[in-house]
Nanobody
Framework: QVQLVESGGGLVQAGGSLRLSCAASTRTFSNYAMGWFRQAPGKEREFVAVIGRSGGSTYCADSVKGRFTISRDNAKNTVYLQMNSLKPEDTAVYYC???????????????WGQGTQVTVSS
């Protein structure tokens, strides 16, 4: 069982930055690919970014490419999402997830955090 705890969300003005963190309670963190997803009110959950087990491969959704960066520190069992140039449409609850493979489909992840709210004001 892997427990994931997100932090770092909050209220920020458009154009601002936030860094989300997701801490994992497992001794085998490096065995998991890690993904970030988000869900806005009234919308379906959507993929944001994914990072491979070693951190050598990353992929971001087109909607955030060039603005968001995913990274991980396997020594700290933590994955990060650096979000720059935030827009009001980035407002959502952000979730981290752990799974065996670096995929974009949420169904490919076995463990999910409880989410952290990000609100971007215009």
């Amino acid at each position: 069982q892997v427990q994931l705890v997100e932090s770092g969300g909050g209220l920020v003005q458009a154009g601002g930055s936030l860094r989300l963190s997701c801490a994992a309670s497992t001794r085998t963190f490096s065995n998991y690919a890690m993904g970030w997803f988000r869900q806005a009110p009234g919308k379906e959950r959507e993929f944001v970014a994914v990072i491979g087990r070693s951190g050598g491969s990353t992929y971001c959704a087109d909607s955030v490419k060039g603005r968001f960066t995913i990274s991980r520190d396997n020594a700290k069992n933590t994955v990060y999402l650096q979000m720059n140039s935030l827009k009001p449409e980035d407002t959502a609850v952000y979730y981290c997830a752990a799974g065996p493979y670096a995929v974009v489909a949420g169904t490919g992840y076995n463990y999910w955090g409880q989410g952290t709210q990000v609100t971007v004001s215009s």
